[in-house]
């Protein structure tokens, strides 16, 4: 078993780059704690932070020269996201601050969609163009045929414009296209969600099963953390995975199990578990329903139904079944995060909620603890008109248990072609790049086609902007306040972001840029506070703070209400299910019309020549969102592809060769990749790092380097409960020659 010290080395990469002003310049060393850099800055100014990199969302520190350029970000000790430490994309997110290719001014479409063909304008010019189109949608359409789309700290702001105009139609990609199976099959299963960051009790767990979920590569800072604490302990790792990742080789087992046939080795778990008697008797009884049912269910699924399917061998099923059990209740099978795969995703994540049930691991130490968050007043402001019309009226009956709207959803009402009972005319598209992150680009890009207005809010020139009406340069987060974190953790906490420098070139805040619009829409009563650290200073102070005391500190943890962290012994709990019981049995999702509990359903097989594609993270990146910070890009600025040693003998490839994909669709890369000969993935399958294949010009590192995934994932299985895009169920081979052509950018 691999060691704390060499598990935590996953984040070392990047842990040591530093930038000063426009330049930036390498660090050997690694610093393992915010003490040992403490004793480099103490002469700098800071101010608090927390990271906009990734959801994670860790709470920092931003120092400055004497030059007053910014130059180091660092953890704040009192966070319980990250203890103090960053990973490499929080230390370089410095570069997103002083990358040259961001965007710096409001541009406005001068030609058709796609040509990329923009003149500068005002910021009043861009927000009277604006208000102009969306009123003359209301007109025509309704509000409700406005639609934003969103992801990070700045949804709140465009989402409380939208709701004021009169349109619910929010959309966080991240649901369907990422979390949303997982929230809806816990929430079916426990009436509560896994949150964000996953009440995931690492720490203490004796046994962490880690099924599709690369801690360590998608780098969320806690639970690396927590990983190396466990490991350090003797916890046992297993992990499921068709590619020897990096959590792997910390593992006792890894599984290298065939693609899309999970459904299969969960089944056969809880086989075992059941059968032999290994789950927890007095917990079930008290606190779970439908038990007799789920055992009549999975009678059958025996380790040798399984093996024929997944190719693990039933002696390694009993094994890892027996090490659950043993080390229960402290036992974790992770819920994963990025869990659209292959179309039935909610059923296999409700495997994984009904795994952990039938271990006692849900609300007890080691296993998922009870979360605590900090409940923030909110200023009063006129109420919201009810939408005449939601997004489940677009296409009526379709994603029934879905609780948020799907992406996808309005995406495909925007396309005349699919009927739908009203259209979606314009959209806003505030930090996601929706060419990358939608799968299906020919499908996104036929949507854009038929738009009235489509806004495009970001700091980086992405793909989606190149298709914008008029595009807003949103500053960093290193550049503006923003909303108070109050994320849900072991304790409440507060954490406040605040500006380190002034924004650079014509960009503005996303509140600066909601509130001025408002004003143009007639709506500035939502917006009461001019700027928005007087709101935050309200807020603070009735939180028994003020802003003077958090630009101070930038972290505030309180303690939790009561000693409630884990279950109590034989404590009385009623969960917010149908039943008051964790239903193992889901007559919510019978009365649905689906199957109450999850069946094992064969996927579709690649053909002769072809592989199925998998993608996933790299440490030092986060999805497309980093290819061109130049601090990140230097760890890494190109994605490989990884090939089986037998299939590369076969083909005649070589490490370092490189080639083009080609997938089911006789879709082609834009771009060639490097080819990577390992043995680390099955001969079945190639593995690809998602975020790189870029085609937009204006970001000058990464354009054209590497492939993108997403451009090959034209095949998508739709999970029918919640809409979630099953983007595994594509296929691809390999182009070792391709005519030139110009890629349209």
Request: charged share 25%; glycine share 8%; hydrophobic share 40%.
């Amino acid at each position: 078993m691999a060691s704390r010290r060499d598990f935590i080395k996953i984040s070392a990469i990047g842990a040591g780059v530093l930038a000063v002003g426009a330049g930036a310049f390498k660090v050997i060393k690694v610093l393992s704690s915010s003490e040992e850099i403490k004793k480099l800055v103490v002469d700098l100014k800071r101010t608090p932070t927390y990271c906009e990199v990734c959801f994670w969302k860790c709470a920092g520190w931003v120092y400055k020269n004497s030059e007053g350029k910014i130059w180091k970000i660092t953890g704040n000790d009192e966070d319980q996201h990250c203890n103090g430490r960053f990973c490499p994309r929080g230390t370089g997110g410095v570069g997103m601050y002083y990358d040259e290719d961001r965007l710096k001014s409001p541009l406005i479409r001068v030609e058709e969609r796609g040509k990329q063909v923009f003149r500068e304008a005002t910021w009043d010019e861009a927000f009277e163009l604006i208000a102009t189109k969306m009123k003359d949608i209301s007109s025509k359409y309704g509000p409700e045929s406005m639609a934003l789309f969103t992801h990070g700290s700045g949804s709140g702001y465009f989402t409380t414009l939208l709701k004021a105009y009169g349109s619910g139609n929010i959309a966080e990609p991240s649901y369907a296209q990422c979390r949303g199976p997982r929230d809806e099959a816990f929430f079916a299963t426990f009436g509560e969600e896994a949150y964000s960051p996953e009440i995931t009790d690492i720490r203490d767990t004796r046994c962490l099963v880690l099924i599709g979920s690369h801690i360590g590569e998608n780098m969320h800072n806690g639970q690396v953390q927590e990983m190396s604490d466990a490991i350090d302990k003797g916890a046992v790792i297993i992990t499921v995975d068709p590619r020897f990742s990096t959590a792997a080789g910390k593992a006792r087992y890894w599984l290298p199990i065939k693609p899309a046939t999970d459904m299969a080795l969960l089944l056969a778990w809880m086989h075992e578990i059941i059968y032999n008697e290994y789950y927890d008797k007095k917990y079930v009884e008290k606190y779970c329903s439908g038990f007799e049912q789920l055992k009549a269910h999975v009678k059958d699924f025996t380790p040798e139904w399984a093996y024929g399917i997944t190719t693990i061998k039933p002696d390694q099923i009993r094994k890892t079944a027996k090490e659950m059990a043993d080390a229960s209740p402290a036992v974790i099978v992770h819920p994963g995060r990025h869990v659209t795969w292959y179309g039935d995703d909610t059923q296999r994540i409700r495997a994984v909620a009904i795994l952990n049930a039938l271990l006692g691991s849900w609300g007890r130490r080691g296993g998922f603890y009870r979360p605590a968050k900090f409940a923030l007043a909110s200023f009063p402001i006129p109420a919201f008109k009810a939408p005449a019309r939601t997004w489940q009226d677009i296409f009526p009956g379709k994603y029934p248990i879905a609780s948020s709207p799907v992406s996808n959803a309005l995406i495909d009402a925007s396309v005349a072609e699919n009927n739908p009972v009203y259209p979606v005319k314009g959209w806003f598209v505030n930090g996601t790049n929706l060419i990358f992150t939608i799968p299906n680009q020919a499908n996104t890009l036929k949507a854009i086609q038929n738009l009235d207005l489509l806004v495009a809010i970001d700091t980086m020139p992405m793909e989606i902007t190149g298709w914008a009406d008029v595009v807003l340069p949103e500053c960093t987060y290193l550049e503006r306040y923003d909303i108070l974190r109050v994320s849900p953790h072991r304790k409440p906490a507060i954490a406040l972001r605040m500006p380190a420098a002034e924004p650079m070139n014509n960009t503005r805040s996303a509140y600066w840029i909601a509130r001025e619009l408002s004003k143009k829409l007639g709506l500035s009563g939502y917006f009461p506070f001019e700027k928005q650290e007087e709101l935050l200073d309200w807020q603070l102070q009735k939180a028994g703070s003020s802003l003077e005391e958090m630009q101070r500190i930038g972290v505030k943890t309180f303690e939790r209400d009561a000693d409630d962290l884990y279950f109590a012994e034989d404590e009385n709990v009623e969960f917010s299910t149908d039943s008051g019981k964790i239903e193992l049995y889901s007559a919510f999702f019978e009365g649905a019309g689906f199957d109450p509990l999850p069946k094992y359903v064969a996927h579709e097989e690649p053909a002769e020549g072809f592989y199925r594609l998998i993608y996933g993270r790299a440490p030092m990146h986060t999805f497309s969102r980093t290819s061109n910070n130049p601090n990140l890009t230097d760890l890494m600025d190109e994605n490989s592809v990884w090939v089986n040693p037998l299939v590369a003998k076969e083909w005649g490839l070589k490490s370092d060769q490189y080639i083009w994909l080609k997938n089911q669709d006789g879709i082609i890369t834009d771009f060639s990749v490097k080819v990577r000969v390992t043995e680390r993935i099955r001969w079945d399958s190639v593995y690809i790092i998602h975020g790189f294949g870029h085609a937009q010009k204006q970001m000058k590192r990464c354009f054209g380097r590497g492939v993108s995934d997403t451009q090959l994932i034209t095949n998508v299985l739709v999970d029918p409960l919640m809409g979630g895009t099953g983007m595994r169920s594509n296929f691809v081979t390999f182009v070792t020659e391709k005519a030139e052509q110009e890629v349209v950018s």
